[in-house]
């Protein structure tokens, strides 16, 4: 059975960092493409990052660069999100999603407020 | 970024059939495909239909999902009460290196 289980998420501060992570089991973690989506509440979806199967590329939406960095540790099958410089725009349920967006979890939130 | 064009809402009888369309480019949809996503209030997106228009495992042989050109549709036969959701479509863009979503339709079954 496919399991994909997000952690991290909590209040930051303005200019703050938080660190998302996000543990997979079931599938071939090593053979997927992994994303991070976020969802601002009511909203609809917006794509944030995603990381080859091999970590050699990495991808991120303009309004992340700079700031997100994404990475994978496929001895653990988990995947991370590190948030820097946080703004409240960023504030959204996080989810982590795998391969072409087969797989979802339940999503963290990211709260950035002062 | 530019995102996919859903249309916001669609409502339909129960036991009817509905369509939800998805367009996009030829950076996307048109030479990626699209995949479409369920997701209930409260939970998250759930895959219905890959960019291959095939239903994994579990899901119902009343949705299928087409293509032509740029628009991708998804349809649905028989609406049930439990088909009332949002409906993403979603698809790799080949100029942005990205994924791009539709702004999402709400499906309401009457």
């Known amino acids: 059975e496919v399991q994909v289980v997000e952690s991290g998420g909590g209040l930051a501060q303005p200019g703050g960092s938080l660190r998302l992570s996000c543990a997979a089991s079931g599938f071939t973690f090593s053979d997927y493409w992994m994303s991070w ?3 601002t509440p009511g909203k609809g979806l917006e794509w944030v990052a995603t990381i080859k199967g091999d970590g050699s590329g990495k991808f991120y939406v303009d309004s992340v660069k700079g700031r997100f960095a994404i990475s994978r540790d496929n001895a653990q099958n988990s995947l991370y999100l590190q948030m820097n410089s946080l703004r409240a725009d960023d504030t959204a349920v996080y989810y982590c999603a795998g391969g072409d967006l087969d797989y979802w979890g339940q999503g963290t939130l990211v709260t950035v407020s002062s | 970024q530019a995102g996919l ?4 809402s669609v409502s339909k009888d129960l036991r009817q059939t509905a369509t939800l369309t998805c367009t996009g480019n030829s950076n996307n949809v048109g030479n990626q495909g699209a995949a479409w996503l369920q997701q209930h209030q409260g939970h998250p997106p ?3 239909s890959n960019r291959n228009n095939d239903r994994p495992s579990g899901i119902s042989e009343r949705l299928s999902a087409s293509r032509s050109g740029n ?3 998804l349809t649905i036969t028989g609406l049930q009460p439990e088909d009332e959701a949002d409906y993403y479509c979603s698809a790799w863009d080949t100029s942005l290196n990205g994924w791009v979503f539709g702004g999402g339709t709400k499906l309401t079954v009457l």
Not at chain 2, 5 to 8: C, F, K, R, S
């Open chain 1, 37 to 39: 989506v976020r969802q």
């Open chain 2, 5 to 8: 064009t859903q249309p916001p």
């Open chain 2, 46 to 48: 759930k895959l219905l």
């Open chain 2, 71 to 73: 628009t991708a549709s």
